[in-house]
C-alpha cells in the first residue's frame, strides 16, 4: 500500500509554555505519537493534546517565530 493513499497534514500544538509545536501525521493522535518518538518525555509532557490547528504547508512560515 502507497503512503500517498492515507493524507498527512501539519498541526500546531500548544504548549504550556505559550509556544507551539510543529507536527505532521495522518491525524492529529498520529502526529503527536511521532513526536513521541523524537521528543523525551519531559518535552511531550508540556504539549497540550486537544489544542491544535491543522495548518497548510504554505501557512507554516507565518507561524515560524512562535515554534518551540
Known amino acids: 500500500m502507497s503512503s ?6 501539519m498541526y500546531l500544538f500548544e504548549m504550556t509554555n505559550g509556544k ?4 505532521y501525521g495522518a ?7 511521532i513526536l513521541s518518538y523524537r ?8 504539549i497540550i493534546p486537544d489544542q ?3 495548518i ?7 507561524h515560524i517565530d512562535n515554534l518551540g
Open 39 to 46: 521528543l523525551t518525555p519531559a518535552e511531550m509532557a508540556l
Open 56 to 62: 497548510s504547508q504554505r501557512k507554516m512560515q507565518e
Open 4 to 9: 500517498f493513499s492515507n493524507p498527512h497534514y
Open 27 to 33: 491525524s492529529p493522535e498520529d502526529a503527536l505519537e
Open 52 to 54: 491544535f490547528k491543522k
Open 20 to 23: 507551539q509545536k510543529l507536527a
